[in-house]
């Protein structure tokens, strides 16, 4: 279920109207265009704690630059958290969008809004194996609210 929720909400940033492209997907091309992301969210006055969302693909050419969180913090770790950059959490995402370009964004908290709720469930035997399961029905919704407070960043799927 929250693989599903994290795809939805990841996929809505495709279509966010602030856009910051990389040159191509080395160290360089993205810390400089994470960089100039950063610049555009506070030059409209974004003032707020800040979380970049990057595609694994992307960590890999990208995590020599951050400040690297301590092991010894589970609480970081389940929440996603790779590190620290320039004030802002880093969170590693297997859900973020792709086509051409991977569509990593940085954002405040009350960019996204997010509603979800488990309508019903029920148990019930497995039809070939010896096992119950449960189905359920999970409806959700999300929408980008506030344009001013997200970034995108798109990077070129191959160097």
Request: one cysteine or more; aromatic letters at 6%.
């Amino acid at each position: 279920l929250a693989v599903a929720r994290d795809t939805y909400v990841a996929n809505l940033i495709k279509g966010a109207t602030n856009v910051t492209t990389a040159t191509a997907l080395t160290r360089e091309a993205v810390k400089e265009a994470i960089d100039a992301a950063i610049v555009e969210l506070r030059e409209r006055n974004f003032d707020e704690e800040g979380v970049i969302e990057i595609s694994p693909a992307v960590y890999n050419v990208f995590k020599n630059e951050l400040i690297t969180l301590s092991t010894n913090n589970p609480e970081y770790i389940k929440k996603g958290i790779v590190g620290m950059y320039d004030g802002m959490e880093v969170c590693m995402s297997n859900n973020m969008a792709k086509d051409t370009h991977f569509y990593c964004d940085i954002r405040g908290k009350k960019a996204i809004a997010f509603a979800g709720q488990i309508n019903e469930v029920e148990a019930l035997r497995a039809e070939k194996v010896f096992k119950d399961i449960i189905r359920g029905l999970d409806t959700f919704g999300a929408k980008v609210i506030d344009e001013n407070r997200i970034q995108v960043v798109k990077v070129p799927v191959s160097a």
